[in-house]
């Protein structure tokens, strides 16, 4: 799952765009092989877009296009209408995209709250070491605020009762949501979580939606997950965009039930 956010500063401008999240021409190959081919869409603001496709459709490559893990071999990735296509993925994050991944990828050695709370050590609080040896109270301000706002999102994501624990001694599901409070508090997600944490991460995917201007992106294979909570949808296969449209419209299609569904 990822979230984008309007930037306040971002790299050169691209042609106006109203877009949170626009993709065009992109493709990735490795060696000889079409990873991605010519893919283009776009996530508006306000919107919570799901991408879905059978294993190998180019989902994970996708996502690691849009975030910076790996950069297009040809295409433009556009990030609050700005051209973010060679940006690095730290750059990309600090201008208002987070990423959650398939694997759980928490600091296991870290408490539930200080794997949070890395999250917003980048923003730094001015000073440098001297104001944090000598306490400056600018500093004690910031960090004042930044673990109520932890510790708002730890009670949202339900991992109050465990933020003292080890990252690395929950269940899968908890460790799940410690990632996906984590992308939050800065601004294939359901994998691992029961019913309970599922419908907690919905919860959370409409309220991000509807606090702030950014959108989100979903890649899940949870088709039922997808269509409950998502505008519109994106089908990948092959590397190729398939179908796009709303949920109905693509349970409906042909061309991705025999794609998706192995219906012929």
């Not at 060696?31 to 991408?51: P, Y």
């Not at 505008?231 to 092959?238: A, C, F, M």
Request: glycine fraction near 12%; proline fraction near 4%; charge should be negative.
């Amino acid at each position: 799952m990822s979230t984008i956010e309007q930037a306040p500063s971002a790299p050169t401008p691209a042609p106006a765009v109203t877009a949170a999240l626009s993709l065009e021409g992109v493709s990735v190959r490795f060696g000889g092989i079409r990873a991605l081919s010519d893919v283009s869409m776009t996530v508006d603001v306000g919107e919570v877009v799901g991408l879905i496709g059978p294993n190998g459709a180019g989902k994970t490559t996708l996502f690691d296009a849009i975030s910076g893990v790996r950069l297009p071999d040809d295409g433009t990735v556009f990030l609050g209408g700005k051209d973010v296509t060679k940006a690095s993925a730290v750059s990309r994050a600090r201008w208002g995209l987070r990423r959650t991944f398939q694997r759980v990828q928490t600091f296991g050695w870290l408490t539930v709250e200080e794997n949070v709370l890395t999250a917003t050590e980048w923003e730094g609080g001015g000073g440098g070491i001297v104001a944090d040896m000598v306490a400056f109270p600018t500093r004690r301000r910031h960090e004042k605020a930044r673990r109520a706002r932890v510790a708002d999102v730890l009670e949202r994501c339900g991992l109050e009762a465990v933020k003292d624990d080890s990252a690395g001694s929950l269940p899968i599901g908890l460790a799940r949501m410690v990632e996906v409070a984590r992308a939050l508090v800065l601004d294939e997600p359901t994998s691992g979580l029961d019913e309970a944490e599922a419908a907690r991460l919905g919860e959370q995917i409409q309220r991000v939606r509807a606090e702030g201007e950014c959108a989100v992106l979903l890649v899940e294979h949870d088709v039922g997950f997808v269509m409950e909570q998502c505008d519109r949808i994106v089908v990948l296969d092959l590397g190729q965009v398939l179908a796009t449209g709303m949920p109905a419209e693509i349970q409906q299609n042909t061309a991705v039930r025999a794609a998706y569904l192995g219906e012929g």
